[in-house]
């Protein structure tokens, strides 16, 4: 089970992560401190770092191991952010990023939206999921919008290094449909 390599949505396109997006990675998010503020990574300190990134989005695509796309605005082009799918059924998860000058527009939940409406949909998955930092109250609004219900607070679920957390607490939520 594969997802599409192109989602097209009002106002974005989703498509793989390639190793020509390693500048824009590292200017619109992975460089920045507010965008990676609770994310469970180290900041990139240089294109480098962005650079095997993008190799390893690569690399998943060919292994089927995740599905990270590059969240594209259509109307500017502008590289947006990344939006990753992982399948593992019976359930899928998931988790997004955008650089801040995009914030506050909806575009999160529209990638979001599409990429759950793609993962519930097949045949084998049941429930699709996603955690987020109890403080990050943008991202589970994102996940409200997109479906999702919280579901618990797991302990000591993720290490944040922005946070300065050895492992942090993250709020789980999810979709999910009954078995046939
Ligand atoms: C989380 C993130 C993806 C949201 O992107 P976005 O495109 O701004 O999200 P949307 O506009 O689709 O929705 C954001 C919602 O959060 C709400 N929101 C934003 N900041 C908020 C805050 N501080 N408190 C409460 N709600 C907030 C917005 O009002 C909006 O809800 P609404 O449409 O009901 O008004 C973006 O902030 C981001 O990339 N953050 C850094 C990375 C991250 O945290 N990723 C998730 C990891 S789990």
Redesign the pocket.
């Known amino acids: 089970m594969r997802p599409p390599e192109e989602f097209l949505t009002d106002r974005l396109r989703l498509r793989p992560v390639e190793c020509s997006d390693a500048p824009a990675i590292f200017q619109t998010?992975a460089g920045e401190a507010?965008?990676?503020?609770?994310?469970p990574v180290v900041r990139h300190r240089d294109e480098a770092d962005s650079q095997a990134f993008a190799v390893r989005c690569e690399d998943c695509w060919t292994s089927g191991s995740a599905f990270p796309w590059a969240i594209i605005e259509k109307v500017s082009g502008r590289f947006a952010?990344v939006i990753e799918l992982r399948l593992s059924p019976p359930k899928a998860d998931f988790?997004?990023?955008?650089?801040?000058s995009?914030?506050?527009?909806?575009?999160?939940?529209?990638a979001?939206s599409t990429v759950v409406a793609w993962a519930i949909a097949q045949p084998d998955i049941f429930r699709v999921w996603?955690?987020?930092?109890p403080d990050?109250?943008?991202?589970?609004?994102?996940l409200r919008?997109a479906g999702l219900n919280y579901e618990a607070t797991l302990a000591n679920w993720e290490a944040r290094p922005q946070l300065g957390e050895a492992a942090g607490p993250s709020d789980c939520y999810a979709l999910t449909r009954s078995p046939r």
Request: with cysteine.
């Open positions: 998010y507010a965008p990676t503020r609770f994310m952010g988790g997004y990023i955008l650089g801040e995009f914030w506050g527009r909806g575009l999160a939940t529209e979001a996603a955690t987020c930092h990050n109250a943008a991202s589970a609004a994102v919008k």
